[in-house]
C-alpha cells in the first residue's frame, strides 16, 4: 500500500509494548538481531486532523494482499547525512525537512558538455500566455493569395574573409579608436590651456583696471586734500607742492635766462610764491577754526556720555550719573548759547538759563559773565543791531566753556582735561624747547627712533618745516602703516615695526633702498612697499626688503631666497642690511635683537661669507 503522510505527524509503535518508538533510538536499541524480523505499526499522531488515507480506494485493495510481509535490508553507511534544506508552511508554519535516502539518484548520461541547472527543489514552474502589443504574422503566395515581392531584398553571400584578415581589419579599427580619443584627450587639455590663458588674461586686466582705478581714487584724495586742507599732513603736502613748483621753475629760469631778465624773473617766482603761502594760510586758519569747533564738539559730548558697560552676554549696559547729567545740562546750554540766527525771545531765554546757573558760585569768572549777560540783555532791550554783539556773545561764549571746563563746577571734565591738576606730576612732564624757549609738555615733542633729547617741540618742527624744508612724510607713513599691519598678520607680537616713526623709514627708504625697488627700480612710492627679506624671521631693517605689491606677493612665496636669486643681488641686499644695522642698532631695544640676530647668523651661508660691511655709514 502506498500512503501519502506528513512526515512530522507519522510514528511507529512497537508491536510487543504498544509504544512509541522515539526519534532518536535505533534497532539495535529495540533488539533487532541481524537477520532477525521485527513489527512495527505505522500511524498517524493526530488520527482526527491529518489521517492516513490510502491512495487507492478500499475495494481496490484485495483482502489477501493487505498483509505482505517485506525483507528489508539496511545497509549501514558509517556517514552522516546531508542535510538537504526544507519549507516553511505559510499558513500553519509548520516546518518541513527534506530527507536524504540512502538509494542513489540515477545518473545522467554525460553528453561531454559541462552544464548547469538554476532550478531547485522549492521552484515552480508557470506558463502563461502572452498577447504582444502588434500582431505579426508572415504570408507567402499560393493558389488564392498574391503576395507582391516589389520590395524583397535579395541577400547574396559576400567575400570570404580570413583570420588574419579579420585580425587586421581590428587592429586598423583600434588604431583609429585610439587616434580619436586620444585627439579628444589633446583637445581637452588645449581647452583647459586655453581656459586659463583666458583666466589669466582676465585677471590681468582686472589687476590693472583695479590699479588703474586706485591710481585714480589717490589722485582723487590727493586733489581734495590740496582743495579743501583740513589736518597737518593736509598742508605737508600744500608745502610740498609748492616748494616742487618753485623748483622746477628755478631751473627753468636758470636755463632760459640770465643777466637783469634772470632776476626780474626770480622777483616775480618770489612774489607768486610769497602769494601762494598767503592762501595756503587763509585755508590753514579756516581749518584751524573748523577743527577746533570739531574737537569742541566732540570733547562736551565725551563729558555728557554715559557710562558704559559690556555685560556676559555682549550687550552694553548704559548709566547716567549725576555728573553726567550736569555735563549734558551744560552742553545743551552751551549750544544754545552758541546757536546763530535765533529770535529774540530765545536768546533771552538762553541768557537767563545761563545767569540762573552761574550765579550759584561765586568767584570771579561767575561774575565776569553774570555781568556780561546783564550787559547784552541791556543792550537787547535797547534794541541793538545783532551785528554789534557779536564780540560780546563771543565772549561770553569762551567764559562759559571756560566755566565748562573747570572740574569744580563740571566734575565729569576732570578726567578728560590734558593738563593734569596735581602741580608735581606737571612739573615732571614738562620740558625745555631748544627752539622757541619755552617750556612744554612731553606730548609736544616729536622724538625719533636715535633721538637721546627732546629737542625741539612740534610746532617749530613745523614752522621749520613750512619755511625751510617743506617736507611731505605721508607716502611713508602709508608705507609705514601697511607694514605694521602686515607685520600684524604674521604675528602679534612683532615690536620693530612699531618702534620706527616717519622720519625712520624715510631713512630707510631714501638713503638704504634709494626710493626705488630693489628688482625693477621703480621709483614711485605709492607702489612700493618694504617686506621680510627672509620670511622666517622677524622684520627689521637688516631683514627687509623693498619690492612693488606684486613683486612682494612674489617674493614672500619663496622657500630659499638664497638658491632664488643670483649671488651679486644677495650681496647687494646684505650690503643694504649693512647699512640699515648699523644706523637703527643706535636704538636700545632694536640693538639688543642686533646683537642676538648677528650672533645666530654669523654662519648663515657660503654666499655671503665675503660681503662687505661698511665701517662708515651716513646718518640723517
Known amino acids: 500500500m502506498v500512503f501519502k503522510l506528513e512526515l512530522t505527524l507519522i ?55 493487505a498483509f505482505q510481509q517485506v525483507v528489508v535490508e539496511i545497509d549501514r553507511v558509517m556517514q552522516k547525512k546531508a542535510f538537504l534544506g526544507g519549507f516553511r508552511h505559510k499558513i500553519s508554519g509548520t516546518e518541513f525537512h527534506h530527507a536524504a535516502v540512502q538509494t542513489l539518484p540515477r545518473r545522467r548520461p554525460d553528453r561531454g558538455v559541462k552544464m548547469f541547472s538554476q532550478w531547485t527543489q522549492t521552484v515552480e514552474t508557470k506558463s502563461q500566455a502572452v498577447q504582444l502589443a502588434n500582431t505579426t504574422s508572415t504570408q507567402m503566395t499560393k493558389i488564392g493569395c498574391y503576395v507582391s515581392n516589389m520590395e524583397d531584398k535579395v541577400i547574396t553571400p559576400g567575400t570570404y574573409i580570413t583570420a588574419d584578415e579579420y585580425h587586421s581589419k581590428r587592429l586598423k579599427a583600434v588604431i583609429v579608436l ?54 597737518k599732513e593736509d598742508f605737508d ?4 607742492a609748492v616748494d616742487k613748483w618753485r623748483q622746477e621753475e628755478l631751473e627753468r629760469i636758470n636755463a632760459t635766462l640770465s643777466g637783469p631778465e634772470r632776476k626780474a624773473a626770480l622777483c616775480a617766482l618770489l612774489e607768486q610764491e610769497t602769494q601762494f603761502i598767503a592762501y595756503i594760510g587763509q585755508h590753514r586758519f579756516a581749518a584751524a577754526e573748523k577743527n577746533r569747533l570739531r574737537s569742541l564738539q566732540a570733547f562736551l559730548e565725551k563729558c555728557a556720555a554715559p557710562k558704559r558697560w559690556l555685560a556676559f552676554d555682549g550687550k552694553v549696559t548704559l548709566m547716567d550719573t549725576q555728573h553726567t547729567i550736569r555735563a549734558r545740562e551744560l552742553k545743551e546750554l552751551y549750544s544754545s548759547v552758541t546757536a546763530q540766527s535765533v529770535s529774540h525771545e530765545e536768546r533771552l531765554r538762553a541768557l537767563l538759563s545761563l545767569r540762573n546757573i552761574v550765579k550759584n ?77 619755552g617750556y612744554r609738555r612731553a606730548a609736544d615733542f616729536s622724538l625719533t627712533s636715535n633721538s637721546r633729547t627732546v629737542g625741539r617741540c612740534t610746532h617749530c618742527g613745523q614752522l621749520d618745516n613750512e619755511g625751510r624744508l617743506r617736507e611731505d612724510l605721508s ?95 644677495v650681496h647687494s641686499v646684505q650690503h643694504r642690511h649693512t647699512l640699515g644695522r648699523k644706523y637703527f642698532s643706535r636704538i636700545p631695544r632694536m640693538l639688543r635683537r642686533c646683537t642676538n640676530e648677528s650672533k645666530s647668523s654669523s654662519l648663515s651661508s657660503p654666499a655671503l661669507e665675503n660681503v662687505p660691511v661698511l665701517s662708515n655709514c651716513p646718518s640723517v
Open 11 to 65: 510514528c511507529l509503535l512497537f508491536d510487543p509494548t504498544g509504544d512509541a518508538v522515539a526519534d532518536h533510538e535505533t534497532l539495535i536499541s529495540l533488539g533487532v538481531q541481524p537477520h532477525g524480523a521485527v513489527e512495527l505499526e505505522l500511524r498517524s499522531s493526530d488520527p482526527t486532523g491529518y489521517p492516513i488515507r490510502p491512495l487507492k480506494q478500499q475495494a481496490e485493495y484485495s483482502t489477501q494482499d
Open 178 to 231: 585610439q587616434t580619436y580619443v586620444r585627439q579628444w584627450q589633446a583637445r581637452r587639455v588645449t581647452d583647459r590651456l586655453r581656459k586659463d590663458k583666458e583666466r589669466r588674461v582676465e585677471w590681468v586686466k582686472k589687476e590693472e583696471l583695479r590699479k588703474k582705478r586706485e591710481k585714480e581714487e589717490r589722485l582723487k584724495v590727493e586733489y581734495h586734500r590740496r582743495m579743501n586742507p583740513e589736518t
Open 237 to 240: 603736502l600744500l608745502y610740498n
Open 361 to 437: 558760585h561765586d568767584c570771579k569768572l561767575t561774575r565776569e559773565i553774570v555781568e556780561l549777560i546783564d550787559r547784552e540783555m541791556d543792550l537787547l532791550s535797547r534794541s541793538v543791531r545783532e551785528a554789534n554783539l557779536g564780540g560780546l556773545r563771543t565772549r561770553i561764549a569762551t567764559l562759559f566753556l571756560q566755566y565748562i571746563k573747570t572740574p569744580v563746577f563740571n566734575p565729569e571734565v576732570s578726567r578728560l582735561l590734558k593738563v593734569p591738576q596735581d602741580p608735581v606730576q606737571l612739573k615732571q612732564d614738562m620740558f625745555f624747547c631748544l627752539g622757541c624757549g
Open 475 to 569: 607716502l611713508y607713513k602709508d608705507i609705514l602703516c601697511r607694514l605694521q599691519q602686515t607685520e600684524i598678520e604674521h604675528s602679534k607680537e612683532a615690536q620693530i615695526p612699531f618702534l620706527l616713526q616717519e622720519r625712520d623709514l624715510r631713512y630707510l627708504v631714501d638713503v638704504v633702498w634709494e626710493a626705488q625697488s630693489a628688482l625693477s627700480a621703480w621709483n614711485d612710492l605709492h607702489d612700493l612697499v618694504t617686506v621680510r627679506w627672509d620670511r622666517s624671521r622677524e622684520w627689521s631693517p637688516w631683514n627687509c626688503i623693498l619690492l612693488t605689491e606684486d613683486e612682494a606677493t612674489a617674493h614672500l612665496k619663496l622657500e630659499n631666497v638664497e638658491q632664488a636669486y643670483g649671488v651679486p643681488f
